[in-house]
Protein backbone atom coordinates (compact mmCIF):
# COMPACT_ATOMS: atom_id res chain seq x y z
CA UNK A 1 0.00 0.00 0.00
CA UNK A 2 0.86 3.82 -0.61
CA UNK A 3 0.93 5.01 3.20
CA UNK A 4 1.90 8.69 4.76
CA UNK A 5 2.50 9.11 8.44
CA UNK A 6 1.57 13.16 9.36
CA UNK A 7 3.79 13.80 12.24
CA UNK A 8 7.29 12.10 12.65
CA UNK A 9 7.10 12.15 16.14
CA UNK A 10 7.93 8.97 18.76
CA UNK A 11 4.62 7.19 17.24
CA UNK A 12 4.98 8.23 13.85
CA UNK A 13 8.05 7.25 13.19
CA UNK A 14 8.05 3.83 14.93
CA UNK A 15 5.17 3.25 12.94
CA UNK A 16 6.21 4.28 10.07
CA UNK A 17 9.55 2.00 10.05
CA UNK A 18 7.32 -1.23 11.16
CA UNK A 19 5.06 -0.46 7.98
CA UNK A 20 7.48 0.01 5.79
CA UNK A 21 9.71 -3.25 6.92
CA UNK A 22 6.29 -5.48 5.84
CA UNK A 23 6.81 -3.94 2.47
CA UNK A 24 4.46 -1.31 2.44
CA UNK A 25 5.66 2.22 0.55
CA UNK A 26 5.89 4.81 3.49
CA UNK A 27 6.35 8.60 3.40
CA UNK A 28 6.85 9.90 6.54
CA UNK A 29 6.11 13.66 6.20
CA UNK A 30 6.97 16.91 9.39
CA UNK A 31 7.34 20.72 9.19
CA UNK A 32 10.47 20.39 11.54
CA UNK A 33 13.22 20.66 8.19
CA UNK A 34 15.79 19.72 10.88
CA UNK A 35 14.51 16.30 11.48
CA UNK A 36 13.84 15.53 7.78
CA UNK A 37 16.96 16.66 6.91
CA UNK A 38 18.49 14.82 9.76
CA UNK A 39 15.84 11.44 8.92
CA UNK A 40 16.85 11.41 5.13
CA UNK A 41 21.23 11.27 6.59
CA UNK A 42 19.70 8.55 8.27
CA UNK A 43 20.13 10.07 12.12
CA UNK A 44 17.28 9.51 14.26
CA UNK A 45 15.87 12.21 16.62
CA UNK A 46 14.76 9.64 19.62
CA UNK A 47 16.24 6.84 21.81
CA UNK A 48 14.44 3.59 20.65
CA UNK A 49 16.86 0.32 20.66
CA UNK A 50 16.00 -1.11 16.64
CA UNK A 51 14.25 1.78 15.47
CA UNK A 52 17.47 3.86 13.95
CA UNK A 53 18.39 0.55 12.11
CA UNK A 54 15.54 -0.65 10.61
CA UNK A 55 14.62 3.21 9.09
CA UNK A 56 17.78 3.15 7.53
CA UNK A 57 17.63 -0.14 5.75
CA UNK A 58 13.91 0.54 4.61
CA UNK A 59 15.50 3.89 3.51
CA UNK A 60 17.82 2.38 1.38
CA UNK A 61 15.39 -0.20 0.04
CA UNK A 62 12.93 2.68 -1.21
CA UNK A 63 10.34 1.81 0.84
CA UNK A 64 10.84 4.95 3.64
CA UNK A 65 10.85 8.45 2.48
CA UNK A 66 10.89 12.07 4.34
CA UNK A 67 9.35 15.18 3.16
CA UNK A 68 8.20 18.44 4.85
CA UNK A 69 5.34 18.63 2.00
CA UNK A 70 1.82 17.91 3.28
CA UNK A 71 0.75 18.08 -0.30
CA UNK A 72 3.06 15.43 -1.66
CA UNK A 73 2.41 13.42 1.10
CA UNK A 74 -1.25 13.49 1.09
CA UNK A 75 -1.28 13.17 -2.86
CA UNK A 76 1.63 10.17 -3.54
CA UNK A 77 -0.24 8.14 -0.56
CA UNK A 78 -3.91 6.38 -0.44
CA UNK A 79 -3.85 5.92 3.16
CA UNK A 80 -3.31 8.77 5.82
CA UNK A 81 -2.09 8.51 9.79
CA UNK A 82 -2.27 11.42 11.68
CA UNK A 83 0.24 10.83 14.23
CA UNK A 84 0.41 14.63 15.33
CA UNK A 85 1.13 15.74 19.03
CA UNK A 86 -2.07 16.71 21.24
CA UNK A 87 -0.50 18.58 23.72
CA UNK A 88 -2.23 19.43 27.65
CA UNK A 89 -3.89 22.47 27.32
CA UNK A 90 -3.93 25.05 30.28
CA UNK A 91 -7.31 23.94 31.42
CA UNK A 92 -5.90 19.94 31.41
CA UNK A 93 -7.99 19.14 28.39
CA UNK A 94 -6.14 17.97 24.60
CA UNK A 95 -5.23 20.38 22.42
CA UNK A 96 -6.49 19.95 19.01
CA UNK A 97 -5.31 22.58 17.58
CA UNK A 98 -2.37 20.31 14.88
CA UNK A 99 -4.80 17.50 14.53
CA UNK A 100 -7.80 19.89 13.07
CA UNK A 101 -5.54 22.01 10.94
CA UNK A 102 -3.64 19.33 9.20
CA UNK A 103 -7.66 17.83 8.56
CA UNK A 104 -8.43 21.07 6.72
CA UNK A 105 -4.73 20.78 4.74
CA UNK A 106 -5.76 17.32 3.75
CA UNK A 107 -9.06 18.11 2.35
CA UNK A 108 -7.63 20.57 0.55
CA UNK A 109 -4.75 18.81 -1.23
CA UNK A 110 -6.86 15.47 -1.56
CA UNK A 111 -6.66 14.20 -5.12
CA UNK A 112 -8.61 11.04 -5.30
CA UNK A 113 -10.13 8.69 -3.04
CA UNK A 114 -8.14 9.07 0.85
CA UNK A 115 -8.74 7.36 4.13
CA UNK A 116 -7.60 9.37 6.59
CA UNK A 117 -6.53 7.15 10.23
CA UNK A 118 -6.59 9.16 13.38
CA UNK A 119 -3.50 7.54 15.55
CA UNK A 120 -2.92 10.59 17.93
CA UNK A 121 -4.67 10.15 21.43
CA UNK A 122 -7.73 12.19 20.82
CA UNK A 123 -11.12 13.10 22.85
CA UNK A 124 -14.18 10.63 22.43
CA UNK A 125 -15.99 12.66 18.97
CA UNK A 126 -12.53 13.36 16.97
CA UNK A 127 -12.96 11.42 14.23
CA UNK A 128 -16.31 13.01 13.69
CA UNK A 129 -14.94 16.72 13.78
CA UNK A 130 -11.70 15.26 10.96
CA UNK A 131 -14.67 13.65 8.60
CA UNK A 132 -17.13 17.04 8.62
CA UNK A 133 -13.68 19.17 8.29
CA UNK A 134 -11.91 17.45 5.29
CA UNK A 135 -15.28 16.02 3.49
CA UNK A 136 -16.35 19.97 3.74
CA UNK A 137 -12.74 20.82 1.61
CA UNK A 138 -12.34 17.74 -0.11
CA UNK A 139 -13.92 16.95 -4.00
CA UNK A 140 -12.96 13.27 -3.39
CA UNK A 141 -14.89 10.59 -1.39
CA UNK A 142 -12.93 10.29 2.43
CA UNK A 143 -13.42 7.58 4.70
CA UNK A 144 -12.27 8.79 8.06
CA UNK A 145 -10.85 5.59 10.92
CA UNK A 146 -9.65 5.80 14.64
CA UNK A 147 -6.81 3.70 15.15
CA UNK A 148 -5.39 4.10 18.54
CA UNK A 149 -1.60 3.43 19.59
CA UNK A 150 -0.61 1.19 22.30
CA UNK A 151 3.64 1.99 22.04
CA UNK A 152 5.37 1.69 25.30
CA UNK A 153 8.55 4.09 25.15
CA UNK A 154 11.78 1.14 25.30
CA UNK A 155 10.11 -1.38 23.65
CA UNK A 156 8.25 0.59 21.10
CA UNK A 157 9.08 -1.85 17.76
CA UNK A 158 8.36 -5.03 19.47
CA UNK A 159 4.74 -3.14 20.28
CA UNK A 160 4.29 -2.57 16.71
CA UNK A 161 5.19 -5.59 15.29
CA UNK A 162 3.84 -7.94 17.76
CA UNK A 163 0.82 -5.95 19.42
CA UNK A 164 -1.29 -7.04 21.97
CA UNK A 165 -4.23 -6.05 20.10
CA UNK A 166 -5.33 -3.64 17.22
CA UNK A 167 -8.31 -1.40 17.61
CA UNK A 168 -9.94 0.05 14.28
CA UNK A 169 -12.59 2.39 14.86
CA UNK A 170 -14.71 3.38 11.52
CA UNK A 171 -18.55 3.05 9.97
CA UNK A 172 -16.74 2.88 6.59
CA UNK A 173 -16.89 -1.26 6.05
CA UNK A 174 -13.85 -0.60 2.90
CA UNK A 175 -11.68 1.57 5.80
CA UNK A 176 -12.18 -1.79 8.18
CA UNK A 177 -10.89 -3.91 5.37
CA UNK A 178 -7.89 -2.03 4.44
CA UNK A 179 -6.65 -1.63 7.98
CA UNK A 180 -7.32 -5.50 8.46
CA UNK A 181 -5.45 -5.98 5.60
CA UNK A 182 -2.13 -3.64 6.62
CA UNK A 183 -2.04 -4.97 10.06
CA UNK A 184 -2.31 -8.59 8.86
CA UNK A 185 1.42 -9.21 9.08
CA UNK A 186 1.30 -7.55 12.62
CA UNK A 187 -0.79 -10.42 14.16
CA UNK A 188 -0.07 -13.80 12.67
CA UNK A 189 0.16 -15.56 16.48
CA UNK A 190 -3.38 -15.02 16.69
CA UNK A 191 -3.37 -11.61 18.46
CA UNK A 192 -7.02 -10.03 18.16
CA UNK A 193 -8.20 -7.00 15.81
CA UNK A 194 -10.83 -5.88 17.12
CA UNK A 195 -13.07 -3.68 15.20
CA UNK A 196 -15.68 -0.94 16.41
CA UNK A 197 -17.25 2.69 16.52
CA UNK A 198 -15.02 5.72 16.50
CA UNK A 199 -16.04 6.99 19.69
CA UNK A 200 -15.38 3.68 21.35
CA UNK A 201 -11.84 3.36 19.94
CA UNK A 202 -10.76 6.79 20.50
CA UNK A 203 -12.57 6.11 24.64
CA UNK A 204 -10.22 2.92 24.19
CA UNK A 205 -7.18 4.85 24.47
CA UNK A 206 -7.90 7.05 27.13
CA UNK A 207 -9.97 3.91 29.48
CA UNK A 208 -6.17 2.11 28.91
CA UNK A 209 -3.84 4.66 30.08
CA UNK A 210 -6.23 5.49 33.22
CA UNK A 211 -6.46 2.22 34.07
CA UNK A 212 -2.84 1.60 34.20
CA UNK A 213 -1.70 5.03 36.03
CA UNK A 214 -4.81 3.88 38.45
CA UNK A 215 -2.79 0.64 39.18
CA UNK A 216 0.57 2.91 39.80
CA UNK A 217 -1.01 5.15 42.10
CA UNK A 218 -2.98 2.87 44.11
CA UNK A 219 0.47 0.54 44.80
CA UNK A 220 1.76 3.68 45.83
CA UNK A 221 -0.78 4.69 48.17
CA UNK A 222 -0.46 1.53 49.73
CA UNK A 223 3.41 2.06 49.71
CA UNK A 224 2.86 5.00 51.71
CA UNK A 225 0.79 3.29 53.78
CA UNK A 226 2.75 0.41 54.56
CA UNK A 227 5.35 2.67 55.84
CA UNK A 228 3.56 3.72 58.38
CA UNK A 229 2.24 0.30 59.41
CA UNK A 230 5.36 -1.52 59.14
CA UNK A 231 4.52 -3.65 56.46
CA UNK A 232 6.38 -4.61 53.27
CA UNK A 233 5.25 -3.44 50.05
CA UNK A 234 7.42 -5.72 47.92
CA UNK A 235 5.37 -8.87 49.73
CA UNK A 236 2.15 -7.00 49.48
CA UNK A 237 2.62 -6.35 45.90
CA UNK A 238 3.34 -9.96 44.86
CA UNK A 239 0.54 -11.64 47.27
CA UNK A 240 -2.10 -9.33 45.24
CA UNK A 241 -0.29 -9.99 42.16
CA UNK A 242 -0.84 -13.46 42.17
CA UNK A 243 -4.32 -12.55 41.56
CA UNK A 244 -4.94 -13.26 38.24
CA UNK A 245 -7.72 -10.68 38.23
CA UNK A 246 -5.68 -8.17 39.43
CA UNK A 247 -2.06 -9.18 37.77
CA UNK A 248 1.47 -8.27 38.37
CA UNK A 249 2.20 -5.41 35.68
CA UNK A 250 2.46 -1.59 36.95
CA UNK A 251 2.36 -2.68 40.41
CA UNK A 252 5.40 -1.61 40.90
CA UNK A 253 5.98 1.22 43.76
CA UNK A 254 8.10 4.19 43.10
CA UNK A 255 8.47 7.86 42.48
CA UNK A 256 5.17 8.35 40.31
CA UNK A 257 4.81 7.43 36.80
CA UNK A 258 5.75 10.02 33.88
CA UNK A 259 6.02 10.49 30.40
CA UNK A 260 4.18 12.09 27.20
CA UNK A 261 0.91 9.33 27.92
CA UNK A 262 -0.28 8.80 30.78
CA UNK A 263 -0.23 12.18 32.95
CA UNK A 264 -1.46 14.26 29.69
CA UNK A 265 -3.69 11.43 29.12
CA UNK A 266 -5.71 11.09 32.79
CA UNK A 267 -5.79 15.08 32.83
CA UNK A 268 -7.81 15.08 29.13
CA UNK A 269 -10.31 12.41 30.65
CA UNK A 270 -11.17 14.56 33.72
CA UNK A 271 -11.61 17.07 31.23
CA UNK A 272 -13.74 15.18 29.12
CA UNK A 273 -15.85 13.71 32.12
CA UNK A 274 -16.10 17.31 33.51
CA UNK A 275 -17.18 18.77 29.81
CA UNK A 276 -20.22 15.78 30.12
CA UNK A 277 -21.43 16.44 33.65
CA UNK A 278 -19.30 13.86 35.56
CA UNK A 279 -17.70 14.53 38.40
CA UNK A 280 -14.05 12.11 37.79
CA UNK A 281 -13.36 11.49 41.13
CA UNK A 282 -11.11 8.60 40.89
CA UNK A 283 -9.36 10.17 38.17
CA UNK A 284 -8.92 12.89 40.28
CA UNK A 285 -7.05 10.81 43.15
CA UNK A 286 -4.95 8.91 41.15
CA UNK A 287 -3.58 12.06 39.75
CA UNK A 288 -3.06 13.93 43.05
CA UNK A 289 -1.44 10.64 44.48
CA UNK A 290 1.03 10.67 41.58
CA UNK A 291 1.76 14.44 41.57
CA UNK A 292 2.75 14.00 45.69
CA UNK A 293 4.49 10.86 45.10
CA UNK A 294 6.87 12.60 42.58
CA UNK A 295 7.83 14.28 46.08
CA UNK A 296 8.50 11.32 48.47
CA UNK A 297 12.41 10.67 47.94
CA UNK A 298 12.78 14.67 48.97
CA UNK A 299 10.46 14.59 51.94
CA UNK A 300 12.30 11.27 52.96
CA UNK A 301 15.62 13.12 52.80
CA UNK A 302 14.25 16.54 54.42
CA UNK A 303 13.20 14.06 56.89
CA UNK A 304 16.76 12.25 57.59
CA UNK A 305 18.69 15.72 57.94
CA UNK A 306 16.07 17.62 60.00
CA UNK A 307 15.04 19.91 57.05
CA UNK A 308 18.38 21.53 56.60
CA UNK A 309 19.12 20.68 53.55
CA UNK A 310 20.74 23.80 52.45
CA UNK A 311 24.63 23.42 51.71
CA UNK A 312 23.89 19.18 51.31
CA UNK A 313 25.11 17.86 48.02
CA UNK A 314 23.12 14.91 46.74
CA UNK A 315 23.73 12.81 43.40
CA UNK A 316 20.43 11.65 40.91
CA UNK A 317 20.74 8.24 39.74
CA UNK A 318 18.04 8.06 36.42
CA UNK A 319 16.53 11.22 34.69
CA UNK A 320 14.28 9.67 32.18
CA UNK A 321 11.06 9.16 32.98
CA UNK A 322 11.60 5.22 32.65
CA UNK A 323 14.97 3.03 31.43
CA UNK A 324 15.56 2.59 27.55
CA UNK A 325 14.76 5.86 27.06
CA UNK A 326 15.81 9.50 26.84
CA UNK A 327 12.21 11.20 27.45
CA UNK A 328 11.86 13.28 30.32
CA UNK A 329 8.22 14.79 29.84
CA UNK A 330 6.64 14.73 33.14
CA UNK A 331 9.54 12.42 34.50
CA UNK A 332 9.50 12.88 38.72
CA UNK A 333 13.68 13.67 38.47
CA UNK A 334 12.57 16.97 37.25
CA UNK A 335 10.19 17.68 39.81
CA UNK A 336 13.08 16.19 42.22
CA UNK A 337 15.77 18.70 41.10
CA UNK A 338 13.27 21.82 41.01
CA UNK A 339 12.55 20.95 45.10
CA UNK A 340 16.45 20.20 45.96
CA UNK A 341 17.30 23.39 44.04
CA UNK A 342 15.35 25.28 45.75
CA UNK A 343 15.89 24.07 48.86
CA UNK A 344 19.76 25.01 48.66
CA UNK A 345 20.97 21.77 47.26
CA UNK A 346 23.60 21.08 45.28
CA UNK A 347 22.65 18.40 42.58
CA UNK A 348 24.66 15.95 40.93
CA UNK A 349 23.42 14.41 38.18
CA UNK A 350 23.59 10.99 35.92
CA UNK A 351 22.03 9.30 33.43
CA UNK A 352 22.46 7.01 30.67
CA UNK A 353 21.57 8.69 27.58
CA UNK A 354 19.18 11.40 28.63
CA UNK A 355 21.71 14.09 30.35
CA UNK A 356 21.01 16.20 27.05
CA UNK A 357 17.49 16.75 27.67
CA UNK A 358 17.43 17.80 31.34
CA UNK A 359 20.64 19.83 30.70
CA UNK A 360 18.59 22.16 28.68
CA UNK A 361 16.31 22.85 31.01
CA UNK A 362 18.77 23.63 34.03
CA UNK A 363 21.89 24.55 32.20
CA UNK A 364 24.22 24.86 34.73
CA UNK A 365 22.47 25.15 38.09
CA UNK A 366 22.91 21.07 37.65
CA UNK A 367 26.06 19.35 37.79
CA UNK A 368 25.57 16.63 35.69
CA UNK A 369 28.48 13.61 34.74
CA UNK A 370 28.95 10.43 32.56
CA UNK A 371 30.17 8.27 34.88
CA UNK A 372 27.31 7.03 37.76
CA UNK A 373 30.18 7.14 40.05
CA UNK A 374 31.89 10.72 39.53
CA UNK A 375 28.64 11.88 40.28
CA UNK A 376 28.97 10.26 43.91
CA UNK A 377 31.80 12.42 44.70
CA UNK A 378 31.19 13.93 48.30
CA UNK A 379 28.05 13.51 48.23
CA UNK A 380 25.30 13.44 51.02
CA UNK A 381 22.86 10.77 49.38
CA UNK A 382 22.09 9.24 46.38
CA UNK A 383 18.47 9.27 45.06
CA UNK A 384 18.25 6.09 42.60
CA UNK A 385 15.08 7.86 40.37
CA UNK A 386 15.49 5.44 36.99
CA UNK A 387 15.42 1.52 37.38
CA UNK A 388 18.39 1.71 34.17
CA UNK A 389 19.91 -2.08 34.41
CA UNK A 390 23.22 -0.47 34.84
CA UNK A 391 22.08 1.00 38.67
CA UNK A 392 21.20 -2.51 39.47
CA UNK A 393 24.37 -4.01 40.53
CA UNK A 394 26.86 -1.30 41.11
CA UNK A 395 29.90 -1.62 43.21
CA UNK A 396 28.94 -0.58 46.81
CA UNK A 397 32.17 -0.79 48.22
CA UNK A 398 33.42 1.87 45.82
CA UNK A 399 30.32 3.88 46.12
CA UNK A 400 30.57 3.81 50.04
CA UNK A 401 34.08 5.00 49.56
CA UNK A 402 33.00 7.45 47.23
CA UNK A 403 30.05 9.13 48.98
CA UNK A 404 30.61 11.14 52.41
CA UNK A 405 27.51 10.23 53.80
CA UNK A 406 26.36 6.00 52.78
CA UNK A 407 23.26 6.98 52.42
CA UNK A 408 21.01 6.07 49.83
CA UNK A 409 17.55 6.63 49.04
CA UNK A 410 16.00 4.14 46.73
CA UNK A 411 13.10 5.08 44.49
CA UNK A 412 12.79 1.77 42.70
CA UNK A 413 13.13 -0.54 45.33
CA UNK A 414 15.63 -2.18 43.63
CA UNK A 415 17.83 -3.04 46.31
CA UNK A 416 18.06 -5.38 49.27
CA UNK A 417 17.90 -3.39 52.60
CA UNK A 418 19.13 -5.95 54.42
CA UNK A 419 22.10 -6.47 52.16
CA UNK A 420 23.04 -2.78 52.33
CA UNK A 421 22.73 -1.96 55.76
CA UNK A 422 24.76 -4.63 56.49
CA UNK A 423 27.62 -3.13 54.06
CA UNK A 424 27.14 0.22 56.50
CA UNK A 425 24.20 1.78 54.34
CA UNK A 426 21.74 3.53 55.61
CA UNK A 427 19.28 2.66 53.14
CA UNK A 428 15.36 3.90 52.58
CA UNK A 429 12.95 2.41 50.00
CA UNK A 430 9.80 3.16 48.66
CA UNK A 431 7.00 1.32 51.49
CA UNK A 432 9.57 -1.16 52.84
CA UNK A 433 8.17 -0.78 56.47
CA UNK A 434 10.04 0.83 59.21
Known amino acids: MNLSIIGTGYVGLVQGACFADTGNRVICMDIDERKIKALKKGIIPIYEPGLEEMVQKNAQEGRLEFTTSLKIAVQNSDVIFLCLPTPQSEDGSADLTHVLEVADEIG ?13 TVPVGTADKIRGIVRKKSKYP ?62 TKYAANAFLAMKISFVN ?3 NLCEQVGA ?50 LLRAVDEVNE ?11 SRFRNRLRGKVVAIWGLSFKPQTDDVREAPSLVMIESLLQSGVTVRAHDPIAISAVKARFGKRVQFFESSYDALKGVDALLVVTEWNEFRRPDFTRMK ?23 GFEYYGVGRGR
Open 108 to 120: KDANGEKLVVSKS
Open 401 to 423: RLMKHPIILDGRNIYDPKELKEM
Open 221 to 223: ELA
Open 142 to 203: VEVASNPEFLKEGTALQDSLKPDRIVIGSRSKKAIEILKELYEPFVRTGNPILVMDERSAEM
Open 232 to 281: DIDWVRRGIAADPRIGKLFLFPGVGYGGSCLPKDVKALIKTSEANDRDPR
Open 292 to 302: NQKMVLVSKLA
